[in-house]
């Protein structure tokens, strides 16, 4: 769950413009506000006994805003996914926070098992030692899943250039030994091409001696083959500059388009490579100067895959019936888009954070597309100029109607966090097809109609809140707001706009309408009515004692009059007492809550923060 809580400004001069050039000291006074900030308005919230804050990252945007993301740290271990982003104006005011952290953390932290033991644990319990091709990572977090836990954190990999190739992360339970979760962290795309997608394509080439190397020193872009093989990689060669040699074609598609993904970024979003500091560079460049940005091509034999591994793109080459060579400009945006995430918001790789990671890299894989190709029926296809070579006109997935391929999700259901994240990306890229062309859900699920706001104002809206407002365990709830958010700085709450966000999100089942006008309890299994008759009274549904509920993700709305403050909470029952698992106390026409919870006793909980009057609450039960 993401929200946005609306906190009070801090005490600097109205006059004084803290904020303009990102520099160094600005930096430092946004970091010394933010935790003000956190100090006064957060740690004071129910739910913190204590409090400590790391700096992920902080910068100061075109609007001279600042933002400081922070992870939340529990008796010095970090907390997975328990982060907040302080967003101060360009006097140092704040004007909310993007809300991520955990409450109610009370348990031991000091570890029974060692991260050796650890590791023994999640390589048995995963691919084991025979099948790894580097060594394991691990490090110790505070993990809530289905309760609290002190967790060692095992991330594997395995690059072998079989389908079995992984990057599987494990968390056990550094107590207990148990493993808690684990998830793929393979961030892949699946399709498939003959390489000479775009004709004959001008790139830049590297010269040494007599011999050209793709290497672009511009962009600090750099291109290998790995000749079907997995482990030792080549670079491209020729010794001239006509590369006409079929052996280089799908080298010379992946470079090119990287060249492409590049410049769409810096040219639409100001953005300087992936890691936004030119980076990040991976393989040594041919200039004895550096590292680059390396796309890796021709990796093992009939591979139907590519991928983003942390640190470098990888290209397979295709069987030649599932898929040709992966290197098309949409699959190219799409991987080096996972690297934009992974240097943003990091959304983790499961659940509903890792389907709105999977259609970010979609959505900015096909304006990839767009920017070079122009807008057409294509646009809206991913991976349609390789996938199934023998088949026209179809794709991998479809972004205008995602059910086409028979797998992806295109309306909000409560048991999404536990399907492929391939498949639940299907809700966001038709969300965000409908924020772009407008119109009604493709199959009827819903009637909201969607004023067309093209694609360039969605995709500034769609960076902008990847890069701004969401966390690493925003969900579809929270991708809502963090849009919405973003839609609010780039064209105003009142704005066309703002309103398409907000219906093209509804249309898909997560909320309300864009404009706030009515309730809407469409996707939701079950709603009540209520009335709060003053501040500090509250609701309890469907009452006080609560009810059963089974292992699986809770899932509320709440609306009420446009003149109150009204929160939502969701507490679960313990031995004696309830406690808050989820809430959303922000600002806006309604409040979202989603959960992932264990079976057990649950009541959600309408707050009037202050105001009076009527309220709707919409639920789902697991």
């Given amino acids: 769950m993401t929200l946005l809580l609306a906190l009070a400004a801090c005490g600097t001069d109205e006059t004084e413009t803290l904020f303009g050039q990102g520099r160094a000291d600005e930096l430092d006074v946004a970091e010394d506000l933010a935790f003000e900030v956190l100090e006064s308005d957060v740690l004071s919230s129910p739910g913190f006994l204590t409090g400590e804050f790391r700096v992920l990252r902080n910068f100061v945007d075109e609007f001279d805003t600042a933002h400081v993301h922070v992870r939340q740290v529990h008796e010095g271990v970090p907390v997975f996914g328990g982060e907040a982003i302080v967003h101060l104006d360009a006097m140092g005011n704040s004007t909310g926070v993007t809300d991520t952290l955990v409450r109610d953390l009370t348990f031991d932290t000091t570890p029974l098992y060692d991260a050796d033991e650890a590791t023994e644990i999640a390589v048995g319990a995963s691919v084991g030692w025979a099948a790894l091709t580097d060594d394991p990572a691990v490090d110790l977090w505070v993990l809530r899943r289905d309760g609290d836990h002190l967790a060692w954190r095992v991330q594997l990999d395995r690059q072998d250039g079989t389908h079995a190739t992984a990057q599987p992360v494990l968390f056990v339970d550094a107590h207990s030994g148990e493993v808690l979760w684990t998830y793929e962290n393979l961030h892949t795309t699946t399709a498939t091409g003959t390489s000479h997608y775009d004709g004959t394509v001008t790139f830049d080439s590297y010269l040494s001696g007599t011999t050209y190397y793709l290497e672009d020193t511009t962009r600090d872009l750099g291109t290998l083959s790995y000749n079907n093989g997995t482990r030792t990689a080549s670079w491209i060669s020729d010794t001239d500059t006509s590369w006409t040699s079929s052996t280089q074609t799908s080298a010379v598609s992946a470079h090119w388009a990287a060249t492409k993904v590049w410049d769409y970024y810096s040219g639409t979003h100001g953005r300087n490579g992936i890691n936004g500091s030119g980076g990040p560079g991976y393989q040594s460049s041919r200039t ?103 088949t026209a006109g179809d794709a991998l997935r479809y972004m205008n109607d995602p059910a086409d391929d028979g797998y992806s999700y295109d309306y909000y259901s409560s048991s999404m966090g536990s399907a492929d994240v391939h498949y639940t990306s299907g809700l966001s890229n038709l969300a965000f097809y409908l924020m772009s062309e407008g119109g009604t859900h493709p199959r009827g699920k819903s009637t909201t109609s969607v004023t067309a706001i093209g694609a360039d104002a969605a995709a500034s809206i769609w960076y902008r809140a990847l890069t701004t407002y969401m966390t690493s365990s925003t969900d579809f709830s929270g991708a809502r707001t963090a849009t919405l958010s973003a839609a609010s700085d780039l064209y105003g709450a009142t704005s066309t706009e703002y309103t398409a966000v907000g219906d093209a999100w509804t249309a898909v089942g997560v909320g309300a309408s864009g404009g706030g006008g009515g309730t809407s309890c469409t996707g939701y299994e079950s709603s009540t009515t209520g009335t709060l008759s003053s501040a500090g009274s509250a609701g309890y549904v469907p009452s006080s004692s609560g009810f059963a509920g089974g292992s699986g993700t809770y899932a509320g709305y709440l609306e009420g009059p446009s003149s109150a403050d009204f929160d939502l909470y969701l507490q679960k029952k313990g031995k004696k007492t309830w406690s808050t698992v989820a809430s959303d106390t922000g600002s806006g026409p309604g409040r979202t809550v989603s959960y992932a919870g264990s079976s057990g006793t649950y009541r959600w909980v309408a707050y009037a923060a202050s105001g009076s009057g009527s309220y709707t609450l919409c639920y789902d039960t697991p």
């Fill in 288 to 390: 004895g100067s550096g590292s680059v940005i390396t796309s890796y091509t021709d990796y093992s034999r009939n591979y139907v895959n590519a991928y983003w591994s942390g640190s470098y793109m990888v290209y397979g080459d295709g069987d030649g019936v599932n898929a040709g060579a992966l290197v098309t400009l949409d699959i190219a945006g799409h991987e080096m888009t996972h690297g934009v995430t992974d240097y943003t918001a990091a959304l983790i790789y499961s659940g509903e954070s890792g389907g709105l990671n999977e259609s970010i890299s979609d959505i900015l894989g096909a304006m990839v597309e767009r920017s070079v190709d122009g807008e057409s029926t294509n646009t809206w296809l991913i991976g349609e100029d390789c996938w199934t070579p023998a």
